[in-house]
C-alpha cells in the first residue's frame, strides 16, 4: 500500500476468525506494592487478525506497556491466556518465549534502542541476524523505502532522532516479523516527522501482511489505524 491510498477493509468475522494472529483471554496481572498488591490488567480480552492494524489508547498507568510486554513475552501473566500464531504463548517456559520473541514478534520502542557501536547497516540486520533471517536484498530495500539508504555507514549518535526511528522499525521488520508490537513509537519525535514516521511503519507493515499492535496517547495516530481499543484502570473500556 501506498501512501496517499486508501486502507484495505476490515476483514470479515468468518475471515478474522480463519486468520487469528492473536488472542488474548482473561488476562490479569498484578503488582505487590507497599500498600498491597495492584492490578495492572484485570480479565483483559483482545484479538488481531494476521494484516490488522490496531491501536491501544489509554492513559498513564492504564496497563498499555505492561499488555505489550506480556503480549511479546518479555513478562508473563498472573492468569489468562494468550494465543500467538496457534502457539500459547503463556505455557512457554523462558526459552520457548525467547525463540517466538526472534522467530514471531518484532517490536518497535519508543527509545530507539539502537547498537551505538553498530553502523546503520548492521543496526537494521542485527535482529534478522538473531533470527536466521538475514536477506541482505530485503534490508536494503527497507533502507530504502524508509530513505535511509545514505546513511547506511554513519552510526546512530550521528542521525536524526526521526530517523533513528525508522532505522528501529526497519530492524523490526527486517527478520518479516507476524507481529509488530509498538510502544508509543512517535513518542519521542515532533508530530510531522511522527506522522511521517508511523505513514511508512503502516505501509512497510501492509506490505509484509503482518499485524501490528500500537500503544499510542495520540488520538491523530490512532484514527489511522483500522481498529481501536481504550485500556483504562487495567480494563478494557
Not at 69 to 85: A, F, K, S, V
Not at 101 to 125: C, H, K, M
Not at 154 to 174: M, W
Request: aromatic share 2%; proline share 3%; charged share 20%.
Amino acid at each position: 500500500m501506498r501512501l496517499g491510498q486508501t486502507r484495505p477493509r476490515l476483514m470479515s468475522d468468518q475471515n478474522n476468525e480463519a486468520t487469528m494472529l492473536l488472542s488474548v483471554t482473561d488476562l490479569r496481572k498484578t503488582y505487590a506494592t507497599a500498600d498491597g498488591p495492584f492490578d495492572v490488567l484485570r480479565d483483559v480480552d483482545l484479538t488481531l487478525a494476521a494484516g490488522q492494524t490496531l491501536a491501544l489508547t489509554g492513559e498513564s498507568g492504564s496497563g498499555k506497556s505492561t499488555l505489550l510486554h506480556l503480549i511479546g513475552g518479555l513478562d508473563t501473566p498472573d492468569g489468562g491466556q494468550i494465543m500467538l500464531d496457534g502457539t500459547e504463548l503463556t505455557a512457554l517456559d523462558d526459552t520457548g518465549r525467547a525463540r517466538m520473541r526472534r522467530e514471531t514478534v518484532g517490536v518497535v520502542f519508543q527509545q530507539f534502542n539502537l547498537i551505538p557501536s553498530l553502523r546503520i547497516v548492521d543496526n537494521i540486520a542485527f535482529q534478522a541476524q538473531l533470527a536466521g533471517r538475514h536477506d541482505t536484498a530485503w534490508c536494503a530495500t527497507l533502507a530504502d523505502r524508509m530513505g535511509l539508504t545514505s546513511q547506511l555507514h554513519k552510526y546512530p549518535e550521528q542521525l536524526s532522532g526521526g530517523q533513528q526511528q525508522r532505522v528501529a522499525i526497519a530492524r523490526t521488520l527486517a527478520p518479516r516479523p507476524k507481529l509488530v508490537l509498538a510502544d508509543e513509537p512517535t513518542g519521542n519525535l515532533d508530530e510531522a516527522t511522527a506522522a511521517q514516521v508511523l505513514a511508512l511503519m503502516l505501509e512497510l507493515v501492509a506490505d509484509t501482511g503482518a499485524g501490528l499492535l500500537m500503544v499510542t496517547h495520540s488520538d491523530r495516530l490512532a484514527d489511522q489505524m483500522q481498529r481501536r481499543l481504550h485500556l483504562a484502570r487495567g480494563k478494557i473500556a
